[in-house]
């Protein structure tokens, strides 16, 4: 498996073909969420070529919004049915990929170790600091897609959300919990100004 080229095929599709008017499901999320699952598969000892799936499936978890609006996750793993074999990838290789993208689709159910950690990479940014930068981006990407029109709806979305999540590694539930309560305990009290 060509790990390093299979990587390098994505990035390039991303870069080039995500509508600009995906401001979350954006290029820089997929980098973000990279990055955060390398750290979080670090945290949880994951190496090897469990490490190199991960890392895969972090680059196509959203590569779905190339080809389709709905249901994207089902597009990535279409992408990633055809592209993963010319970098040598099994099919259970393959799948295993697929399974991990399959997770992060709302509300996220993961059944293994790997899919938990992407799944908190996914959502790794609502107990982090830069959450109302980043929610912000969403703000404008589900507005121009007419799912919300208005800020209040947006906190309203925002408050089931965060009350409905959960992190799933040890690394998020004890880095991330506490600050994502915090953020929540914010929006409420925008909701009620």
Known sequence: MDQPAAEAYILGKLRHGLPSKRTYHSFA?????????????????IEGEHLDLLRTAALYHDSGFLIQDLEHEKGSCVLAQEALPRFGYSQQQIDAVC??????????????????????????????????????????????????????????????????????TARNKRLREPQKQVHLARVLELLEA
């Open 99 to 168: 399974e991990m993208v399959m997770a992060t689709r709302v509300p996220q159910q993961p059944h293994n170790t790997l899919s938990r950690i992407l799944c908190d990479a996914d959502l790794d940014y609502l107990g982090r600091p830069d959450f109302f930068r980043i929610g912000s981006t969403l703000f404008t990407e589900l507005k121009h897609y007419g799912v919300i029109s208005t800020e209040r709806e947006w906190n309203q979305l925002q408050v089931h959300f965060l009350q409905n999540h959960e992190y799933f």
């Open 29 to 45: 999320h997929t980098l973000d969420v990279y990055r955060t699952t390398v750290e979080i598969a670090v945290a949880e000892g």
